[in-house]
């Protein structure tokens, strides 16, 4: 018995060292945790700032000692900075810790406990570009949709948009009327909350699939005449493109459903459902932004139908677009996905960096080799395919675009896009674009990826 109690102490104590080490800081900054009311009564909250010291959000506190928080950026910025009316969500939510700590000289500290006044809160400095993520907000316009922009070999969220959109300044007078309308979802971050179907963008999925069950993928062909059917089952180009004799590289860069619903129907679904697993599909994804699981359900007993439909991306397959920015930040790192994140480090009212946030593997998504065929048929689809309007640039563009359907027998689709950029100097950067009922992939959410492009790279 007494052996039994040591060995419980120890356990015990280990679990303590863990949880006061690994764990204390995630508990305390947990959104039911009512602890971080007392820190408000004693900090004036930090602000958050964008990678270049931009103010995004800060706290002023008037006569009485008040405090209001304000948003330089309002709209523009809504979802991804986040808000704290109402409760909490965005970097106002799972930064709230950092910026109720204080980390003000010491003397400051002390003057300020015998005057009874606030210390400063310390400040949250993001990896967000504040000039691109404008530049994705007015390229995105009127569409309803994201955008999402990572830099794939940090995992550096580098813009993050959502639209129909809200102004934070005003939250709390638009609160009753924005939660009241159900059909707006302004609130919803569609960026990682949003699920729609992937269309052609799901090819790459395919593509990979295909890759891993076919060791001389240089002999696939196909006809294409327009549409291809089997059995009761029709599927249609878009447009009803007759594309002509393609191989496998010309098959994704015209995004021929026909030629990729012939390869779905080969495939090894057993096998495909294992490569979407380690994609991430229905599976946790690593951020800290409330998001929904991308979902792939096909399944062994589906028919020909549902295997063509899902091999195309329509189907019952729905991604969010941070999911699938991080695909294709996966691609462009060779395989490996790198964990996002908005946070790039924590500071003190007079700029001494407190806490620092640095890049970290979090899985390889695709081997090297995959991810060298997928970059070659991408940087193909952009010189000869349907994302044309990104080549002859001062950078090179590599993409997938999307038509995905989302009403049964209509021809109404959302326009996506996914892809990356390079240019001598710069890092890298991968995007997803989506614009609701945009049309072709082609034609809306291409040139909204391009002026993106050219911001980051002008």
């Known amino acids: 018995m007494t052996y039994f109690f040591v060995v419980l102490f120890l356990a015990l104590m280990v679990y303590f060292s863990y949880f006061m080490f690994f764990r204390a800081e995630s508990v305390i900054n947990n959104s039911y945790n009512s602890r971080t009311d007392t820190y408000a009564q004693k900090v004036i909250r930090g602000s958050i700032l964008s990678s270049d010291g931009t103010v995004l959000a800060e706290s002023s506190v008037n006569a009485d000692g008040d405090e209001t928080r304000n948003y330089p950026y309002g709209k523009i910025c809504a979802h991804v900075v986040g808000y704290t009316i109402q409760g909490k969500s965005g970097i106002e939510s799972f930064a709230n810790f950092y910026m109720l700590r204080s980390h003000a000289p010491i003397w400051e500290k002390l003057i300020n406990d015998i005057t009874g006044n606030k210390n400063e809160g310390d400040n949250v400095v993001t990896t967000i570009d504040i000039d691109v993520q404008e530049a994705a907000y007015d390229a995105l316009s009127s569409y309803s949709g994201a955008v999402v922009v990572i830099q794939p070999s940090t995992g550096k969220i580098i813009a993050m948009v959502s639209n129909p959109t809200f102004d934070p300044n005003t939250l709390e007078d638009d609160w009753e009327s924005l939660t009241s309308d159900s059909d707006s979802s302004v609130l919803l971050n569609r960026a990682t909350q949003g699920l729609y179907p992937p269309g052609s963008i799901f090819k790459v999925l395919t593509t990979v ?157 695709f081997s090297e080799h995959e991810a060298e065929v997928l970059q070659t048929y991408m940087a193909y689809t952009v010189s000869d395919g349907t994302a044309s309007a990104l080549s002859g640039q001062s950078y090179d563009a590599y993409g997938k675009t999307g038509s995905a359907e989302y009403i049964d027998g209509s021809d109404d689709t959302h326009s996506w896009f996914i892809g990356f950029a390079q240019k001598d100097g710069y890092e890298d950067i991968a995007i997803a674009v989506i614009a609701e009922g945009g049309g072709s992939g082609s034609s809306v959410a291409v040139p909204i990826a391009k002026k993106v492009f050219d911001e980051y790279f002008k």
């Open 209 to 365: 699939e295909y890759m891993r069950e076919n060791d001389k993928v240089s002999g696939y062909s196909f006809d294409c005449t327009g549409s291809y059917t089997f059995g009761s089952s029709t599927i249609h180009c878009y447009g009803n493109t007759a594309h002509g004799s393609e191989d496998l590289k010309t098959s994704f860069a015209k995004s021929c459903n026909s030629s990729f619903a012939n390869i779905g129907l080969g495939l090894n679904i057993k096998s495909f459902a294992s490569l979407c697993k380690s994609a991430l599909f229905n599976s946790q994804l690593p951020t800290s932004f409330e998001y929904k699981k991308s979902s792939f359900s096909l399944t062994e007993d589906a028919d020909e139908d549902e295997i063509m439909q899902t091999a195309i991306g329509q189907g019952q397959t729905l991604v969010t677009p941070f999911h699938m920015a991080l695909v294709a930040s996966a691609i462009a790192n060779d395989g490996v996905l790198m964990t996002p994140y908005v946070t790039d480090h924590t500071e003190n009212q007079n700029g001494v960096v407190v806490k620092t946030f640095s890049s970290s593997e979090y899985c390889e998504m």
